[in-house]
């Protein structure tokens, strides 16, 4: 039986070095014993060629079935055989047309893929209203291929339930990438617009075939240069790219934009020479890029400039910005993340203080964009307050696919569990069932304009992600991005699928090491609710010990408050009182010692050493229990991994191999120089069978990384 089933896989197992560059649209050859069923329902391809759109759907079908079955069908104009696919809108197939399909509840991006007959004839049918819905569904039909289902009695419809869904770049007009891993930008402004690399052809289809229909080039802490003409040409490039994909190109704006490159005086947003100014800058962005998406904005926060600086608010900037955009059609993403230089309060309080008031005060066409959680990215962080607490403006969600606080590229951690744990969350601001999902698709009070936007993960290396497991969270953000109610599992499985092996001898251990591999990050480096934690600025690595510096809330010790007492940061009534922010049920829920789940205990209270935990063990002992958890599972992943060798191609198994033995070292370090640290406040023994730290805690505080990647600037 072994041996049948290693016959049966041999196939798959491609001829070329695999380098990770293909992604998830590898088109490897399926399994033998598949091929026929397959290429009797793709026997020909009936797909119109008259715009750039069709092109790019027609080509990717060819390249794909070509790819996966070992010949591509007979592209025709009007499908006359039994096993034709038929592909395109009603506009662009008279044939489709006359099939009658009811396409009315499928929007601008939907697409319905059914098997149908024509003529008499068995046939498949991906059609939209519009060229780039059915882009998207001739993906799903090969993605079907990929991960080995059947393509008869086909009925699938898909609607997006969020209309902006975006990548936003970090990345600097240097192509320095602010948190990037997988070194340099893809974007290369020096070239452009003059060289158009073909990765940003490959960089749209990737992204197309997971829905992603927007990208923001430059990161939020941008250069005023970026709204200069040079600039805006070289960005009209990549728009031109990326157009045929259905993927709009957005841009940060940087608020004294019109000091630093316009001339004036000021950036008041209430002064009319600046809103003429914006308007003027709007216009010509329109001129120089068609189909412009809008604007991008972190104002206030961090050092960069905004509104506040002129004792305006918020929503006088972002409407500002708004009023030039909406006769183009435009948007202003304008970010919630900030808090105050001056603002002595919990950082986690602020974003809600400033944003709430402000609620129903936004234009239309402004979304308000939130991180997942209140402080930053943080493995783990209970949803942001504002989720549910401002029903009357748009917000959009942001989550973050780069693993600043997740061990960078080399840790496997796949995000989609932590993604599905926020978008579930439920905030109970219109009662129970409110979840942060139905925030964000807009469902819960009413809101047309709806987005999730994902920091990207994206560089120059060939694998595009700095690590092959991490592609797995760029393609989980775009299919939730898609659809938030989405399971992290089945992403997980197609993304294997489409990725290794259809194997379920690698599909199922894969899967399992993924979902519990986000936990195990929780457990080396902050288990139980604890948060920032990691290296100063470069953010590599444990440094609980950070204290002193420019501010209290850029340090470690401000957020663990570790002391002879206990740990944690009280946020309940009797400490910053952040749970207020949360709808009654939850404020009480958090608020109590006795009943805050676990996961979020030091997050909320600041808890003694020898208080019970649901085990019955005392709190010390059990954070030193989920620390070493936390190393046990990866140590289980590189077991795990190295026991599929030769089911996956040499090349990519030894550079995950490799990776988790960096991972395994590097939790064992946090776990050591995080126990060696709490033991000096807690002052108790390791629990029974737990081993000491390796080193003592000077040698764990000596350590430096001055050339960590991904600084900020
Ligand atoms: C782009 C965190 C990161 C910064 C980032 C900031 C933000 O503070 O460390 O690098 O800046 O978030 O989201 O604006």
Redesign the pocket.
């Known amino acids: 039986m072994a041996v049948l089933g290693l016959a049966l896989f041999l196939p798959t197992l491609p001829a070329a070095a695999e380098d990770g560059h293909d992604l998830w649209l590898r088109y490897l050859p399926v399994q033998e014993s598949r091929v026929a069923a397959y290429r009797a329902q793709a026997t020909e391809l009936a797909a119109a060629t008259a715009t750039p759109t069709q092109r790019v759907a027609r080509d990717e079908l060819l390249r794909g079935l070509q790819g996966l079955l070992g010949t591509a069908p007979a592209v025709v104009p009007k499908a006359g055989r039994a096993g034709a696919l038929l592909v395109g809108t009603p506009a662009s197939s008279p044939q489709l047309r006359a099939l009658k399909l009811d396409l009315s509840t499928l929007g601008e991006e939907g697409y319905l893929v059914r098997s149908v007959r024509i003529d008499g004839r068995a046939a498949t049918v991906v059609a939209a209203n519009t060229d780039v819905g059915a882009l998207y569904g001739a993906f799903h039909f090969l993605r079907l291929i990929q991960t080995a289902q059947p393509l008869d009695a086909l009925d699938i419809r898909e609607v997006p339930r969020t209309k902006v869904r975006v990548l936003n770049h970090?990345d600097n007009l240097d192509r320095y990438v602010?948190?990037g891993y997988a070194g340099e930008s893809i974007f290369d402004w020096h070239r452009l617009p003059g060289w158009k690399d073909p990765r940003y052809t490959d960089y749209a289809r990737a992204n197309a075939s997971i829905g992603i229909n927007g990208t923001v080039l430059n990161?939020?802490?941008t250069s005023a240069q970026m709204l200069t003409p040079m600039y805006l040409e070289k960005a009209a490039a990549l728009a031109e790219v990326f157009r045929p994909f259905g993927i709009k190109v957005y841009l940060s704006a940087r608020f004294s934009a019109p000091i630093e490159i316009g001339g004036l005086k000021t950036a008041d947003p209430l002064d009319p020479a600046v809103r003429r100014w914006w308007k003027a800058k709007t216009d010509e962005v329109y001129r120089i890029i068609p189909g412009f998406g809008g604007f991008l904005v972190?104002a206030n926060?961090?050092g960069q400039p905004g509104p506040q600086d002129y004792g305006r608010s918020h929503a006088d900037g972002a409407n500002m910005l708004a009023e030039a955009l909406a006769p183009h059609g435009g948007i202003v993403m304008w970010r919630a993340?900030v808090y105050s230089h001056e603002e002595p309060d919990d950082r986690a309080k602020q974003a809600y203080t400033e944003f709430v008031p402000y609620d129903g005060r936004f234009a239309p066409n402004v979304l308000v964009q939130v991180k997942n959680g209140a402080i930053?990215f943080q493995p783990r962080e209970p949803f942001h307050p504002l989720f549910g607490a401002m029903p009357e403006t748009p917000l959009m969600m942001e989550f973050q696919i780069t693993k600043?606080y997740l061990g960078f590229a080399t840790h496997l951690a796949y995000l989609a569990p932590m993604y599905e744990e926020a978008l579930r969350a439920d905030t109970h601001a219109s009662g129970p069932g409110s979840t942060v999902a139905r925030v964000v698709d807009g469902s819960l009070d009413g809101h047309a304009l709806t987005g999730m936007a994902g920091v990207a993960n994206i560089g120059v290396d060939r694998n595009w992600s700095g690590s092959h497991f991490d592609q797995a969270n760029w393609f989980a953000f775009g299919r939730l991005a898609w659809d938030p109610y989405l399971e992290a599992e089945a992403i997980a499985r197609d993304w294997v699928k489409m990725t290794f092996s259809t194997d379920p001898a690698v599909v199922d251990p894969v899967v399992a090491m993924m979902m519990g591999s986000r936990e195990a990050v929780v457990d080396y480096m902050t288990p139980l609710g604890l948060h920032h934690l990691m290296g100063r600025g470069h953010?590599y690595g444990p440094a609980p010990w950070v204290a002193g510096g420019p501010r209290a809330d850029w340090t470690s010790v401000y957020y663990h408050r570790a002391d002879a007492k206990g740990i944690g940061f009280d946020r309940s009534a009797t400490g910053s009182n952040a749970v207020a922010q949360y709808a009654p049920p939850l404020a009480a829920q958090f608020g109590d010692l006795s009943t805050v789940p676990e996961e979020f205990l030091l997050w909320f209270h600041h808890v003694p050493w020898d208080h019970r935990m649901a085990s019955g063990r005392t709190l010390w002992d059990e954070l030193v229990l989920r620390y070493g958890r936390g190393v046990d599972y990866v140590t289980g992943m590189r077991r795990t991994w190295d026991g599929l060798a030769g089911k996956i191609d040499p090349e990519r198994h030894a550079q995950v191999a490799a990776f988790l033995a960096i991972q395994e070292q590097e939790a064992q370090w946090w776990r050591d120089a995080s126990i060696a640290y709490f033991q000096t406040f807690s002052k108790r023994p390791l629990p029974a069978g737990a081993a000491p730290p390796a080193h003592d805690l000077e040698y764990y505080q000596a350590l430096q990384f001055p050339f960590a990647p991904g600084d900020?600037k």
């Open positions: 970090w602010e948190r990161n939020v802490n972190k926060s961090e993340f930053d600043e953010h900020g």
